[in-house]
């Protein structure tokens, strides 16, 4: 099991308003934890980063300061790090614009992957477009393995309704059938145009040239525990393109096993070239 906490910075003094700005992710009795603040460039709706990017290294170095010196200010004996009596205890400490919420338990595989969906659920930062689709091209590539990869096209395009170009992630088509292998970010605050933006693509491709196969595998990035609500945008995907929709996390080898049927499907009959 491990635990988070949301990091919030102070908006307003005066009425006491408060956002998160990062969050903290860590295994349970551990002490490494993966501190995710916003980068360089990455800018929040609500917060001015020139005035919080001070606070955030201030309490960066705290945090790592009293991790590696394994002790608090102001207490009698040792506090476990990370333990909740620990982060209780740096909350008072936090008396100015920094503030942290309680830890709350997290089911986590890949924590290195989850922190960053875990920091777009809870902080709903403004982010590139290329950012997220190279990540989930990275899920994707690493799931299905080298051998599907090398039968299939990456980022090319397939013909949709009315003879129409549609852009797809990955795809492999034969003389009767098509394959296409996609993925969705639902982890942030864009969840709901993405996953719309999706479902019209591969609506397209259904509507388009009659195939005798026509297999869509699609992939999606959820946010650790649902925190960002995206369970309905799964179910809409399903029940308007193909069932065959995976958590990229915690359904790898599911999807990783779908696409492989689904090539095999076609493997043995005459491909033929994609349009772009």
């Given at each position: 099991m491990h635990k988070y906490i949301t990091v919030r910075f102070v908006t307003d003094w005066v009425r006491q308003i408060d956002v998160p700005i990062g969050v903290i992710l860590w295994e349970d009795g551990g002490r490494q934890p993966l501190i995710r603040l916003p980068q360089s460039g990455e800018q929040l709706p609500d917060v001015n980063m020139a005035e919080a990017r001070p606070h955030l290294q201030v309490f960066h170095d705290q945090i790592d300061g009293w991790l590696q010196s394994r002790a608090l200010p102001y207490t009698d004996g040792e506090l476990e790090p990370l333990s909740d009596e620990w982060w209780a205890h740096v909350?008072?400490?936090?008396?100015?614009?920094?503030?942290?919420?309680?830890?709350?338990?997290?089911?986590?595989?890949?924590?290195?992957?989850?922190?960053?969906?875990l920091f777009s659920a809870a902080v709903q930062p403004r982010q590139p477009r290329q950012v997220l689709e190279k990540r989930l091209e990275t899920l994707v590539r690493e799931a299905i393995g080298q051998e599907c990869n090398s039968e299939l096209v990456s980022r090319t395009a397939v013909f949709g309704y009315h003879e129409k170009l549609v852009r797809?992630?990955?795809?492999?088509?034969?003389?009767?059938?098509?394959?296409?292998?996609?993925?969705?970010?639902?982890?942030?605050?864009?969840?709901?145009?993405?996953?719309d933006e999706l479902t019209s693509r591969l609506q397209r491709i259904k509507a388009g040239p009659p195939r005798d196969t026509l297999r869509f595998i699609t992939g999606y990035l959820s946010s650790p525990g649902g925190l960002n609500g995206e369970v309905y945008m799964v179910d809409w995907i399903k029940d308007q393109v193909d069932e065959h929709v995976y958590d990229l996390i915690h359904e790898q080898d599911l999807f990783a096993g779908e696409a492989r049927r689904a090539l095999s499907a076609i493997r043995n009959e005459r491909q033929t070239d994609m349009p772009l």
């Amino acid at each position: 099991m491990h635990k988070y906490i949301t990091v919030r910075f102070v908006t307003d003094w005066v009425r006491q308003i408060d956002v998160p700005i990062g969050v903290i992710l860590w295994e349970d009795g551990g002490r490494q934890p993966l501190i995710r603040l916003p980068q360089s460039g990455e800018q929040l709706p609500d917060v001015n980063m020139a005035e919080a990017r001070p606070h955030l290294q201030v309490f960066h170095d705290q945090i790592d300061g009293w991790l590696q010196s394994r002790a608090l200010p102001y207490t009698d004996g040792e506090l476990e790090p990370l333990s909740d009596e620990w982060w209780a205890h740096v909350q008072k400490l936090l008396s100015f614009s920094i503030r942290v919420s309680d830890p709350r338990p997290l089911d986590c595989v890949r924590p290195e992957i989850e922190v960053e969906a875990l920091f777009s659920a809870a902080v709903q930062p403004r982010q590139p477009r290329q950012v997220l689709e190279k990540r989930l091209e990275t899920l994707v590539r690493e799931a299905i393995g080298q051998e599907c990869n090398s039968e299939l096209v990456s980022r090319t395009a397939v013909f949709g309704y009315h003879e129409k170009l549609v852009r797809v992630m990955k795809a492999k088509q034969s003389h009767s059938g098509l394959v296409v292998i996609d993925a969705v970010d639902l982890s942030g605050k864009d969840a709901v145009p993405y996953a719309d933006e999706l479902t019209s693509r591969l609506q397209r491709i259904k509507a388009g040239p009659p195939r005798d196969t026509l297999r869509f595998i699609t992939g999606y990035l959820s946010s650790p525990g649902g925190l960002n609500g995206e369970v309905y945008m799964v179910d809409w995907i399903k029940d308007q393109v193909d069932e065959h929709v995976y958590d990229l996390i915690h359904e790898q080898d599911l999807f990783a096993g779908e696409a492989r049927r689904a090539l095999s499907a076609i493997r043995n009959e005459r491909q033929t070239d994609m349009p772009l």
